[in-house]
């Protein structure tokens, strides 16, 4: 019987190598999808490599915590099903096989049947996203896109601070991190024309933005209440929701942005769960005016998140310089935080399923350079931004490649990382 | 050897009998899934039976036509994938076995073994919807909406002559056939009132609807031209988009509606095939302005199908006096076609999946009670509708029950019936 442990001790230590400073220490252990053998496997990250939970459950190292068949799916939907008592469970075990005191059953095992090296995997989507829901829960960024969108107008709707406001997005075209994106087609109305014209974006963007990936779920009819969200939130991933400015702005009035954000949406690998986030919750910003009932929250329901995102051009990359960061921001300061986006999209018992998405929208701060996203950064083009070698960007060019990143760090804790979600930008297709 | 026929030649017979004003002669064979010996099966209806595909297959009796697992399966969306040359297989191979001068081995089989009643089967929402689509293509019921929710102002915006406006539904919410309709609970303002309230919708609603259901879909980054479409769609049905007036009202700005619509949408059970609906395919309404290339398609992309709106109140079902019609209208004169609808939403390189669900958005026709909402035929309630025995109704009240039908009818053709899409209001949940 190995001693239960606090599996987010700093104190805790992988009998496998894990840079000090890295992502994936034994604190972390986030959930992710890979290719081995032709099929897909659920794995876990810890240090510079994958534990491959299919082997695990083969071996008989799980069995006594979680049904082999959870383990074994090509994705997480049957593990997210089964609960946050399986996900402590499994965490438990994990953390056991592979800290330096627990259990020695793995450590003692032929290695190279549970681990593959992380970097060089393929990696998938490692849920199937019934529903991808996107809100727009950062009074920064809404405030600075109604300036932007509707100038002369009151930036904030009425409606903001009484509501997380939300639109559903499109789950198909929810891409791993590395997936190349192409610069989608569409209509825009050129400023000044009465008249639409047809092609490439001009303005295609990115978003920041921190999702979460749902557990068990509702049944229709009953929501969930915000006091109970944390049963159904399994953990977090970066968003890359990435914008086309020019068919959004043509297209959204009134039913909301569609072919301006349905082409590609960016996910992170690797989904960082609840658990591994505990030591870095803290308290949520003050709403004003106090939320209604069903969105009262613990204070305490956001998380210190730090938040970059880098940008290399094609011409970066021929140089070897190198990307830079053009933004940086946390997380913690978002305005909704996720229980309550979470009993808000349930209130009108609309059902959660396990594996939906939900995405915060961009995340913008207040100071210099932390906003989420280019029209923000670049205040529409009227401030392009200033690269190294004399290059400027207001948008993204073709041969770009943006790279979110996110990591949790503070004083008696292990650093958490969410690794990264990175695209680069393909030309149009050709007609 | 026999003989291909037309399967929509009006003289072909079946050997079942199929009443002359059903809406599932031998021309039809919709398909749907139903539950038998505790599994979801699939079927395709023929009178007043089902004919269960599983069987069929089981017996191999469409063995050299289509491989058994497609029509095994417990949804439709691997023989969608599969594409229309199988389906116009299987179609034949149906119509053979169904009529009079056929192949004479279903005929003389067990018929126990092969058909299920219609009448009392559990039906199942028959495939796996991966996104659901809601267009908002009739030109009437537009400007009907832009007149009721932003008076004083142009009610068709500028985009809507030139782009199939749509949005991304709620994909958890889509159930079948005569699923009760809890009444949503969620936020709206009074007129006039600073704060909202939450509470119960008072403003709950329908939206009739027509919706189509994708086959193989493309790849993603690859559109779908307009005039492939029909290579991708499978068939139609029924939908209800069923809208909380006062919820959808509050919130959907900027970003569309969310809660106002993502607590259920009903859908007819049986797919109506292209095939089946060739008879009635009719040319398109005229376009001003012509719209832009991508979105040009053959002349006869609409399809003439009556549609209806049927309401019960408590009231008249405790006097047993049935439901009573209380709108017409007909989907051929729907601004923007399916063909373009699916173009549209793909121009982007956006990946359509088998089983994707679009509708076409609530259909409105010109004349008195030819709209297919609720705020449209009370005019915001401005108008009642009266009922017998003095009820009058703006919007529904617990207890009342909506059924959509649709049909098709002309000389020389057999009737074509989408059957009907039910759904009856529950009370709010206790809180």
Chains 1, 2 share one sequence.
């Not at 809100?135 to 930036?155: C, D, M």
């Not at 210190?304 to 070897?320: A, K, S, V």
Request: charge should be negative; aromatic fraction near 8%.
């Amino acid at each position: 019987m190995i001693e239960p442990a606090n599996t987010t001790d700093a104190r805790l230590e992988s009998w496998l190598p894990v840079a000090a400073d890295g992502d994936f220490p034994i604190q972390n252990l986030p959930y992710g999808a890979f290719q081995r053998d032709g099929a897909t496997r659920l794995g876990v990250a810890i240090g510079d490599r994958i534990l491959d939970l299919y082997a695990l459950a083969e071996a008989g190292m799980t069995e006594d915590v979680c049904e082999p068949r959870l383990l074994q799916a090509p994705h997480l939907n049957p593990f997210l099903a089964a609960g946050r008592s399986r996900w402590l469970a499994v965490r438990e075990r994990l953390s056991a096989l592979l800290r330096v005191d627990g259990d020695a059953r793995l450590r003692q095992a032929n290695l190279e049947r549970f681990f593959v090296a992380r970097h060089g995997a393929t990696m998938r989507v490692p849920m199937e996203i019934g529903d991808y829901v996107d809100f727009y829960s950062s009074i920064e960024h809404a405030t600075n896109l109604g300036r932007l969108f509707r100038p002369g107008t009151e930036p904030l709707m009425a409606n903001w601070r009484w509501i997380p406001v939300g639109y559903h997005g499109r789950s198909s075209t929810v891409v791993i991190d590395g997936t190349a994106i192409r610069r989608p087609r569409g209509q825009r109305r050129p400023p000044d024309a009465q008249a639409p014209e047809f092609g490439p974006t001009r303005r295609l963007d990115i978003e920041l933005e921190v999702g979460f990936v749902t557990g068990p779920g509702n049944a229709l009819g009953v929501p969930i209440p915000a006091r109970d969200a944390s049963e159904h939130v399994f953990g977090l991933l970066l968003v890359n929701d990435w914008s086309a400015r020019d068919i959004q702005a043509w297209e959204y009035q009134p039913l909301g942005p569609f072919l301006g954000k349905s082409f590609a949406t960016t996910i992170s690998p690797w989904i960082v769960t609840l658990e591994a986030l505990e030591p870095f919750r803290v308290r949520s910003r003050l709403q004003e005016p106090a939320p209604l009932e069903y969105l009262r929250v613990d204070a305490r329901s956001s998380y210190d998140i730090e938040l970059g995102i880098e940008l290399e051009t094609q011409r970066m990359r021929e140089h070897g310089a190198g990307p830079i960061t053009i933004a940086r921001t946390n997380f913690r300061d978002v305005y909704w935080n996720m229980a309550q986006q979470l009993a808000h999209a349930t209130v009108n018992g609309a059902a959660t399923r396990p594996g939906d998405l939900y995405a915060s929208g961009t995340i913008s701060g207040s100071e210099t350079n932390s906003q989420g996203s280019l029209i923000e950064l670049s205040w529409n083009g009227e401030h392009p931004i200033g690269l190294p070698d004399g290059e400027t960007r207001s948008f993204l060019e073709d041969g770009d490649a943006v790279t979110l990143r996110g990591w949790c760090e503070k004083a008696g804790a292990r650093r958490i990382g969410f690794g990264c979600a990175r695209g680069q930008i393909e030309p149009a297709e050709k007609l």
